[in-house]
């Protein structure tokens, strides 16, 4: 089992930098970690993910060149440092994580375990 527990959630304006945390616990080895997010009224989508299988990190079209994810593996946490916010990357984020292979790291599906979510909320 994974536990996944986000912060940095909040309200900005469009412009505007926050970053998100998500503290990993339990049995956190050989696992990726990511993040999807929600509006209102849509599907969760997929925003990044840190592979641990390839070292490789994806990030969604929408966000490219605007959010990093990092990890930081001695402290079993992953960041998101999302710059130049816009409004229409109000939702709720959410840290996701799995053991393991997998492909499809887009779908949320794909993936295991979840944290409860945090609000993000940018102005115009």
């Known amino acids: 089992q994974v536990q996944l527990v986000e912060s940095g959630g909040g309200s900005v304006q469009a412009g505007g930098s926050l970053r998100l945390s998500c503290a990993a616990s339990g049995r956190t080895f050989s696992t990726s970690l990511g993040w999807f997010r929600q509006a209102p009224g849509k599907d969760r989508e997929f925003v990044a993910v840190?592979?641990?299988?390839?070292?490789?990190?994806y990030y969604a079209d929408s966000v490219k060149g605007r959010f990093t994810t990092s990890r930081d593996n001695a402290k079993n946490t992953v960041y998101l440092q999302m710059n130049s916010l816009k409004p229409e990357d109000t939702a709720v984020y959410y840290c996701?994580?799995?053991?393991?292979?997998?492909?499809?790291?887009?779908?949320?599906?794909?993936?295991?375990?979840w944290g409860q979510g945090t609000q993000v909320t940018v102005s115009s």
């Open positions: 996701v994580a799995v053991r393991g292979y997998y492909s499809n790291y887009d779908r949320p599906e794909s993936y295991d375990y």
């Open positions: 840190d592979t641990w299988s390839s070292g490789r990190t």
